[in-house]
């Protein structure tokens, strides 16, 4: 009798929330073709691609295409890239908008706060195609701002910056930071505003200095988010921004060995070289690569400080 | 003390201006070339204040391409359409999740979260896109791939709506009879316009800044967006010539101010969301703070 209660209760409930469920299947469509699906053609890394059979027709090779990427030095060199531009990338975006976000909860004048505000969000709303043109009126060789207003009056000559790979680590690492760090700042801005004035007024009174409140109150209460944040970078650190990447530099050939990143080099071999192979070998260890960065990263976290992991 | 404290707040001013300008130069040096005269241009290379000011560029633009104004087309019913079903989908997964008593609720998020952990890559997505999906050059290639959702908005949606909407409210709705639909449409929503501004603004802009996917999937010019455009133009000035009103034989084509006319194509193509961003900023700052503290 209770059992029967019991399933009756249940289909009862699942009526109930049957909208709900409705509302939910578009959403859930959508992941299992743009997600799902393709997680499954991860396979496609051991196979030899032919596009009439499909992925799952086509005939197995084993590790024959991992033989050929990791033979080559592009293995090295992407991953190389993609790590450690990364790695700048946190380290300078984290320590420019925590300092930015401290410096904005400072300013006593709401007004030019606002303003502010929104200036620096300004270059987040870009397309990175539109910021390699930006980028393109500062080095243009022949027509470029640094070459013809800024080289030429002192006479220096004239540098050709889209051949000369020394200077792009910089160049790039100045776009990256330009195009995000006031997306971060709003970020930590937003926990900075949320701290209870009178731990200041407190430590005021205990006669802390302005810097001394800051070590002290405003960096271990965005302690958390700076923990959450960074290990969102982290765990995204065997990826790159394709577009950075691949549209600043301008394809260009020269200087392919320090802007080559793992993802500039699977949209290289899939669309231009149309070596499959070796650009689904690519993807594979990227997404494994990655899959098992952020499970390491959350771990560690979790034994640093338990209340800051990710999942 | 009280000097003291002035000269503090002199010195972050000065640090903001700083980063302001650093922000604002480069996009003035970009309107200010595309409004320079080609001539003074090919002279003095691009400029932070036009030497000689001339219209040539924009008018060559909104008068003589069918490009930009067909790549205007593509674009707005692109955005329009992908940020309406962005939006809708959004809701339509955040609502159900953010009621406690739904049953498998955790499965759910789950499945929604997991994608942002694990992904197949570029080429088992492009494969599947191209050979199942057969959306290769069509409008579709534009709309679906990526960026019809995105489970960080879901996961933000979600939140916002369980710290602002009380359970009472909706519990009040259920029993005055109002189905699920009425209680999203006329109890929830209402209560959330920050939350839908913010995901309708993100969404919008993936779209309108795209440019991947025509990279990946369109090569027809009939269906390129200005994005496609300017990545085309940036590789080749020339291609636009090649799409004159007037035909490439005219006046207007062969003098055609090819240094100046890159930056003016690239003012319009970012022109428009920087036009509507202010109004839309409140919401955005309000709405990726809830979701960066609590997310």
Redesign the interface.
């Given at each position: 009798m209770q059992r029967v209660n019991k399933s009756k209760s249940r289909v009862k409930k699942i009526y109930r929330f049957l909208p709900l469920y409705i509302f939910m299947v578009p959403g859930l469509v959508y992941l299992l073709i743009n997600n799902y699906i393709p997680m499954a053609g991860i396979v496609v890394a051991f196979k030899k691609m032919d596009y009439r059979k499909g992925i799952f027709g086509s005939p197995w090779t084993g590790f024959k295409n991992f033989e050929f990427l990791f033979k080559t030095k592009d293995a090295w060199v992407i991953t190389r890239n993609t790590i450690c531009y990364n790695l700048v990338f946190i380290v300078l975006g984290t320590v420019t908008a925590i300092a930015v976000a401290i410096i904005l909860n400072e300013l006593k004048n709401i007004k030019m706060r606002k303003l502010y505000q929104t200036i620096i969000l300004i270059p987040f709303m870009l397309s990175i195609i539109i910021v390699s043109y930006l980028v393109y009126g500062f080095l243009s060789q022949e027509s470029g701002f640094i070459n013809k207003s800024i080289l030429a009056p002192l006479d220096l000559k004239e540098i050709s910056w889209y051949a000369e790979a020394r200077y792009w680590p910089v160049i790039l690492v100045i776009v990256n930071l330009w195009k995000g760090f006031g997306y971060s700042s709003i970020i930590y801005f937003a926990t900075v505003v949320g701290i209870d004035k009178t731990y200041y007024e407190s430590a005021a009174i205990d006669g802390a200095g302005r810097w001394k409140q800051v070590t002290c109150i405003t960096l271990p209460i965005l302690r958390p988010t700076i923990i959450i944040m960074t290990l969102m970078a982290v765990s995204k650190i065997f990826y790159s921004d394709f577009g950075l990447f691949y549209q600043i530099p301008r394809n260009s050939g020269p200087l392919i060995e320090v802007t080559n990143t793992i993802d500039t080099y699977v949209y290289r071999g899939l669309v231009k070289n149309n070596n499959v192979g070796m650009a689904s070998a690519a993807g594979f260890y990227q997404s494994i690569v990655g899959f098992l960065l952020v499970f390491g990263a959350n771990y560690l976290v979790k034994r640093l400080d338990q209340d800051s992991s990710l999942f | 003390m009280v000097d003291h404290s002035k000269k503090?707040?002199a010195v972050?001013?000065i640090?903001?201006v700083l980063?302001?300008l650093?922000?604002?130069i480069?996009?003035i040096?970009?309107i200010s070339?595309s409004l320079t005269d080609e001539e003074v241009?090919?002279r003095?290379?691009?400029?932070?204040i036009p030497r000689k000011v001339s219209l040539l560029a924009y008018k060559y633009l909104l008068m003589d391409s069918v490009a930009v104004l067909r790549g205007y087309g593509i674009t707005i019913f692109v955005t329009a359409a992908g940020t309406l079903m962005n939006v809708?989908?959004?809701?339509?997964?955040a609502?159900?999740?953010s009621?406690k008593?739904?049953?498998g609720r955790n499965i759910?998020a789950f499945?929604?979260?997991f994608?942002t952990?694990?992904?197949?890559?570029?080429?088992?997505?492009?494969?599947?896109w191209t050979?199942?999906?057969q959306i290769k050059n069509t409008i579709w290639a534009l709309i679906?791939?990526?960026l019809?959702?995105s489970?960080f908005n879901?996961i933000m949606t979600r939140t916002y709506f369980q710290s602002n909407i009380p359970e009472e409210v909706v519990e009040a709705a259920r029993i005055d009879g109002a189905?699920?639909?009425t209680t999203?449409v006329k109890v929830v929503m209402p209560m959330s316009l920050p939350i839908v501004a913010t995901i309708g603004l993100l969404a919008s802009?993936a779209y309108?800044?795209?440019?991947?996917n025509g990279?990946?999937y369109i090569n027809d010019d009939r269906y390129f967006s200005i994005?496609i455009l300017?990545?085309k133009m940036?590789?080749d000035v020339q291609y636009l010539q090649s799409t004159t009103i007037s035909g490439a034989g005219s006046a207007l084509a062969a003098s055609l101010p090819s240094?100046g006319l890159?930056?003016a194509v690239?003012v319009l193509?970012?022109l428009p969301?920087?036009l509507i961003?202010?109004f839309f900023?409140k919401y955005?700052?309000k709405g990726?703070?809830i979701g960066?503290?609590k997310g």
């Amino acid at each position: 009798m209770q059992r029967v209660n019991k399933s009756k209760s249940r289909v009862k409930k699942i009526y109930r929330f049957l909208p709900l469920y409705i509302f939910m299947v578009p959403g859930l469509v959508y992941l299992l073709i743009n997600n799902y699906i393709p997680m499954a053609g991860i396979v496609v890394a051991f196979k030899k691609m032919d596009y009439r059979k499909g992925i799952f027709g086509s005939p197995w090779t084993g590790f024959k295409n991992f033989e050929f990427l990791f033979k080559t030095k592009d293995a090295w060199v992407i991953t190389r890239n993609t790590i450690c531009y990364n790695l700048v990338f946190i380290v300078l975006g984290t320590v420019t908008a925590i300092a930015v976000a401290i410096i904005l909860n400072e300013l006593k004048n709401i007004k030019m706060r606002k303003l502010y505000q929104t200036i620096i969000l300004i270059p987040f709303m870009l397309s990175i195609i539109i910021v390699s043109y930006l980028v393109y009126g500062f080095l243009s060789q022949e027509s470029g701002f640094i070459n013809k207003s800024i080289l030429a009056p002192l006479d220096l000559k004239e540098i050709s910056w889209y051949a000369e790979a020394r200077y792009w680590p910089v160049i790039l690492v100045i776009v990256n930071l330009w195009k995000g760090f006031g997306y971060s700042s709003i970020i930590y801005f937003a926990t900075v505003v949320g701290i209870d004035k009178t731990y200041y007024e407190s430590a005021a009174i205990d006669g802390a200095g302005r810097w001394k409140q800051v070590t002290c109150i405003t960096l271990p209460i965005l302690r958390p988010t700076i923990i959450i944040m960074t290990l969102m970078a982290v765990s995204k650190i065997f990826y790159s921004d394709f577009g950075l990447f691949y549209q600043i530099p301008r394809n260009s050939g020269p200087l392919i060995e320090v802007t080559n990143t793992i993802d500039t080099y699977v949209y290289r071999g899939l669309v231009k070289n149309n070596n499959v192979g070796m650009a689904s070998a690519a993807g594979f260890y990227q997404s494994i690569v990655g899959f098992l960065l952020v499970f390491g990263a959350n771990y560690l976290v979790k034994r640093l400080d338990q209340d800051s992991s990710l999942f | 003390m009280v000097d003291h404290s002035k000269k503090f707040q002199a010195v972050l001013h000065i640090v903001m201006v700083l980063l302001s300008l650093f922000c604002l130069i480069p996009i003035i040096l970009l309107i200010s070339s595309s409004l320079t005269d080609e001539e003074v241009l090919i002279r003095n290379g691009y400029t932070m204040i036009p030497r000689k000011v001339s219209l040539l560029a924009y008018k060559y633009l909104l008068m003589d391409s069918v490009a930009v104004l067909r790549g205007y087309g593509i674009t707005i019913f692109v955005t329009a359409a992908g940020t309406l079903m962005n939006v809708l989908i959004t809701l339509g997964l955040a609502y159900p999740l953010s009621r406690k008593d739904l049953p498998g609720r955790n499965i759910l998020a789950f499945v929604i979260f997991f994608t942002t952990l694990f992904g197949g890559g570029l080429v088992p997505t492009y494969i599947m896109w191209t050979q199942v999906f057969q959306i290769k050059n069509t409008i579709w290639a534009l709309i679906l791939p990526g960026l019809l959702l995105s489970p960080f908005n879901v996961i933000m949606t979600r939140t916002y709506f369980q710290s602002n909407i009380p359970e009472e409210v909706v519990e009040a709705a259920r029993i005055d009879g109002a189905s699920e639909l009425t209680t999203l449409v006329k109890v929830v929503m209402p209560m959330s316009l920050p939350i839908v501004a913010t995901i309708g603004l993100l969404a919008s802009l993936a779209y309108w800044n795209d440019w991947m996917n025509g990279l990946y999937y369109i090569n027809d010019d009939r269906y390129f967006s200005i994005q496609i455009l300017l990545n085309k133009m940036l590789m080749d000035v020339q291609y636009l010539q090649s799409t004159t009103i007037s035909g490439a034989g005219s006046a207007l084509a062969a003098s055609l101010p090819s240094t100046g006319l890159k930056m003016a194509v690239a003012v319009l193509g970012a022109l428009p969301m920087l036009l509507i961003y202010p109004f839309f900023q409140k919401y955005f700052v309000k709405g990726i703070t809830i979701g960066a503290v609590k997310g």
